[in-house]
Nanobody
Framework: AVELVESGGGSVQAGESLTLSCVLN?????????VGWFRQPPGKGREAVALLYDGAKVTYGSSAKGRFTINDDNAKNTLTLEMKSLEPDDTAMYYC???????????????????WGRGTQVTVSS
């Protein structure tokens, strides 16, 4: 069975940094070429934060550009999201997800991602 397990969330002050981790258990690489981080703020829908295809092609959401970095350590089966200069608007539940469709690029919406972790909460106070 495949499983995603996130960690690293917490409560921080604005301007501080956090790094989230996601362990990808049970995946063969050809089914996890597209991996990503999404977030869901309180009372809002889920949005893509950062998507990574084949360890090389990165797509960042507008709110993440210049502040967040996604990295996929395939040898350790671990996906990370380094977040710097955090703002109160970054407060959300963060999820890692895998698009298992084996397409030549990542899906663009959350429904394209079949496997999800349970999430890790990030709270940023001003």
């Amino acid at each position: 069975a495949v499983e995603l397990v996130e960690s690293g969330g917490g409560s921080v002050q604005a301007g501080e940094s956090l790094t989230l981790s996601c362990v990808l258990n049970g995946f063969r690489y050809r089914y996890r070429r597209c991996v990503g981080w999404f977030r869901q703020p309180p009372g809002k829908g889920r949005e893509a934060v950062a998507l990574l295809y084949d360890g090389a092609k990165v797509t960042y959401g507008s709110s993440a550009k210049g502040r967040f970095t996604i990295n996929d350590d395939n040898a350790k089966n671990t996906l990370t999201l380094e977040m710097k200069s955090l703002e109160p608007d970054d407060t959300a539940m963060y999820y890692c997800a895998v698009d298992t469709r084996m397409r030549p690029s990542c899906g663009t919406v959350s429904s394209d991602f079949a496997v999800w972790g349970r999430g890790t909460q990030v709270t940023v106070s001003s």
